[in-house]
């Protein structure tokens, strides 16, 4: 079984300052890993994903991640917020070989920008 | 259409009434899913369609929540006999399922935002 575990709930910064927000990760298999976002009122959309390689992965808007196996990590930054960055992120894992239905979502963490 | 469209945006409707939800997905998505998202929650899965059939109705929380999906396109979420805790975000995805499945990311509509009075 897969579990995802987002541990802040809430993350307030300033605008410009950079942000880390934090997800780690259970799983007996491999899995493929997932950051979206969802701003108000909205469905959720899609930042960044890692399938393979490079365990560094850019997304959308200034966003990258970075995969860590050993700590079973993957931890989505930004080095400089901006007010529109205002939004709920989720972190969802999906195990290698699995019907398409095995996608884990974590809790969420909502990110408000201070001006 | 462009994306997943889902309808309608907002239900406000009395405790005890049947409703139902529709959503259409991406053109040539054969998986679709449904969640549901209360209020400060993160997203609580319901039922999953492969074309027409769903092989995975594990999240339906009571037998007053059922699914169906005609044509391997559009699919109708109903919640007979409305009640309070039902008022919620009900999200739809699809997803193209190719490759091995899981590398394939969800594409959300903005969801439904259903209030039960």
């Known amino acids: 079984a897969q579990s995802v575990t987002q541990l802040d709930s809430q993350v307030p910064v300033f605008e410009e300052a950079p942000v880390e927000l934090r997800c780690n990760y259970s799983s007996s298999v491999s899995v493929y890993l997932f950051w979206y976002v969802q701003y108000p009122n909205q469905g959720l959309q899609l930042l960044l994903k890692y399938l393979s390689g490079s365990t560094l992965v850019k997304g959308i808007n200034g966003f990258e991640a970075e995969f860590n196996k050993s700590q079973t990590s993957f931890h989505l930054r930004k080095p400089s917020v901006h007010i529109s960055d205002t939004a709920e992120y989720f972190c969802a894992v999906s195990p290698f070989l699995s019907s398409a239905s095995k996608i884990i979502f974590g809790s969420g963490t909502r990110l408000s920008i201070r001006p | 259409g462009a994306g997943v469209s889902q309808s309608p945006s907002n239900k406000v409707t009395e405790k005890g009434k049947d409703v139902e939800l529709r959503c259409d997905p991406i053109s040539g998505h054969t998986a679709l899913y449904w969640y549901r998202q209360s209020l400060g929650q993160g997203l609580e899965f319901l039922i999953y369609?492969?074309?027409?059939?769903?092989?995975?109705k594990s999240g339906l929380p009571s037998d007053r929540f059922s699914a169906e999906r005609t044509g391997g396109s559009v699919s109708t979420l109903t919640i007979q006999r409305t009640q309070q805790e039902d008022s919620a975000v009900y999200l739809c995805?699809?997803?193209?399922?190719?490759?091995?499945?899981?590398?394939?990311?969800?594409?959300f509509g903005d969801g439904t935002r259903l209030s039960i009075l």
């Open positions: 995805a699809s997803s193209y399922l190719g490759g091995t499945g899981g590398e394939q990311p969800q594409h």
């Open positions: 369609f492969q074309g027409n059939s769903a092989p995975d």
